[in-house]
């Protein structure tokens, strides 16, 4: 059977894939910067999907609070959360090689060791590389929207992902999402709001209040402006 390349909603041509991807490769040129961070802060904070589960108390060297962190985008929201808190330990993904970099390269910049980074499908690090029930923290921040009803089961928000990410939380850990799309933020509660094993932390049922502990996005404030809303979701995982 010969597989089919399609066009996928912002134009790009996307290779073949046997499984659901939630993500688009985009080529993109590598800043200085970015590279500076691949090239010197990948050896030290880089870590592979290859080697399989890890004990991250091991690889932080020390055990702290953990934060499991998909599709950290260019990386300014990880490198806020762990400048303010460095007590904790961050794990970010993100396929976007640029992103990659730019995170190392703030890392390096700031002087900052609480984080370890993965350049992959963040789904399949979760799978493979983390122990169940170790995360304190799972953040899901503007994950691509997928608008067209064609492309929605592309959505990384899906009864597989809410179980996966269950299993791999903490009891009392809590999965964090944050939109700016409102039919995700439905899709998110739809899905959520009926997966086993969690309960919503909204008073109502819907979305929380914005936290403090999410930083304001550059995107962000800019959607603001145009009077663009945001929509926070926490579920805490209690089965
Ligand atoms: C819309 S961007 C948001 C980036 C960032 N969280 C922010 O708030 O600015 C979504 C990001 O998720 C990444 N992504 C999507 N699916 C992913 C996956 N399964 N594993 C790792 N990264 C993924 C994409 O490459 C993209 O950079």
Redesign the pocket.
């Known amino acids: 059977m010969s597989e089919v390349v399609e066009p996928v909603e912002d134009g790009a041509v996307e290779r073949p894939h046997r499984g659901i ?6 080529s993109g040129r590598m800043t200085e910067g970015q590279q500076r961070g691949l090239d010197l802060g990948w050896p030290k904070f880089g870590l592979q999907l290859e080697d399989g589960l890890r004990d991250f108390d091991q690889v932080f060297g020390r055990s702290a609070p953990r934060t499991f ?6 990386g ?2 990880t490198l806020e959360m762990a400048a303010a808190a460095p007590e904790q330990d961050f794990i970010g ?4 090689k640029p ?1 990659v970099g730019a995170l190392l390269n703030g890392m390096l910049t700031q002087n900052l060791s609480n984080i370890r980074v ?1 350049s ?6 979760l799978r493979d590389c983390v122990a169940d029930a170790s995360l304190d923290r799972l ?7 997928w608008h067209k009803s064609r492309h929605h089961k592309r959505r ?1 928000v899906q009864p597989a992902f809410a179980e996966l990410v269950r299993q791999k939380l903490k009891i009392g850990g809590v999965l964090h999402m ?1 939109t700016d799309w409102e039919q995700y933020a439905e899709h998110m509660l739809e899905v959520l709001n009926v997966a086993p094993g969690y309960r919503n932390l909204a008073a109502d049922g819907r979305c929380v209040e914005r936290p403090s502990e999410r930083p304001v ?1 550059k ?2 404030r800019r959607g603001e402006r145009l009077g663009h809303g945001v929509w926070d979701l926490k579920f805490q995982r209690i089965d």
């Open positions: 991807k939630s993500f688009v490769m985009r962190e998909i599709g950290f985008g260019m300014h929201a993904v993100e396929v976007h992103g993965y992959c499908d963040a789904l399949e690090v953040l899901l921040f503007f994950p691509d929207p990384i944050a996005t995107f962000e």
